[in-house]
């Protein structure tokens, strides 16, 4: 289901778990930020995101945590009264505690179980992809019930070339990454986020996968009116992916 900002994931969820997925248009922002973007730290007018957060704020039973993604494999519980959660992932086993990543070419992930007592989003970049933040992320959760795990939009594997040094980190962390890779002439790789994702999250038993590379299809870097994308435009702006548990 689409909004004018937003839509819903496609994914079989208990009632209680509500998600949206932002969209780069209707919003404040102008230029190449044009124009729901969700971020202060990209360049964009803070009065044109201010209006943007306040009409995301609107759709949500509470304000997001924002994290400060630093591309790495650090998840934290919610809530929590830092004032600054460096982490690229969060979760929360509380009601309307709303848990949310940006993105712009970046892999969002958004988890539940069958139970719907948890929620969880994850940043998954391929630096922090590829050192363990999903894994991370299900070994403090410790669901007791099956996981439900939905792909957002990112860049696509036919879209993102990577040199050597991306596929050695993959494999030196997990050789069946290389799943992922497409070798290209010149030392040069394209690399699927969403590959890599989805056999990480089947080997920890998460059987249940919605989204990019199961049953839909994005690519940030091609999309343009739907998408912001750091690869295909360098200063832009954040679209966001966010989970709670409703009740």
Same mark, same amino acid.
């Given at each position: =289901? =689409? ?15 509500? *998600?949206?997925?932002?969209? !780069? ?13 969700? #971020?202060? $730290?990209?360049? %964009?007018?803070?009065?044109?995101? #201010?209006?943007?957060? @306040? ?16 591309? $790495?494999? @650090? *998840?934290? $519980? ?10 690229? +992932?969060?979760?929360? =086993?509380?009601?309307? @505690? ?25 940043? +998954?970049?391929?630096?922090?992809? +590829?050192?363990?933040? @999903? ?61 890599? +994702? &989805?056999?990480?999250? !089947? ?12 049953? $839909? #299809? ?19 702006? !954040? =679209?966001? #992916?966010? &989970?709670?548990? %409703?009740?």
């Amino acid at each position: =289901m =689409m909004s004018d900002n937003y839509f819903y994931p496609n994914w079989n969820v208990p009632n209680n778990i509500k *998600s949206i997925q932002t969209q !780069r248009q209707p919003g404040s922002s102008s230029d190449c930020f044009s124009s729901f973007n969700l #971020s202060y $730290e990209v360049g %964009d007018d803070p009065k044109s995101v #201010s209006r943007n957060l @306040i009409t995301l704020n609107s759709y949500l039973p509470s304000k997001p945590y924002w994290l400060n993604q630093i591309h $790495e494999n @650090i *998840s934290i $519980e919610l809530p929590c009264d830092k004032s600054l959660l460096d982490a690229d +992932a969060s979760f929360t =086993m509380q009601k309307k @505690i709303v848990c949310a990543v940006r993105t712009a070419d970046c892999l969002p992930i958004l988890l539940t179980n069958v139970n719907g007592d948890f929620v969880s989003a994850i940043h +998954a970049g391929w630096r922090s992809l +590829a050192s363990g933040i @999903i894994e991370n992320t299900l070994n403090k959760v410790k669901s007791t019930s099956q996981i439900i795990a939905w792909l957002g939009p990112s860049i696509s594997g036919q879209s993102y070339e990577v040199g050597r040094q991306v596929f050695d980190v993959f494999t030196e962390y997990d050789p069946d990454s290389k799943c992922g890779f497409k070798k290209l002439p010149s030392n040069k790789y394209l690399l699927n986020l969403p590959n890599i +994702a &989805i056999d990480k999250l !089947r080997k920890k038993g998460v059987t249940k996968l919605f989204g990019a590379g199961v049953d $839909e #299809s994005f690519c940030t870097y091609r999309d343009n009116d739907s998408f912001y994308s750091f690869r295909r435009d360098g200063k832009t702006g !954040r =679209m966001a #992916s966010l &989970i709670w548990i %409703d009740s």
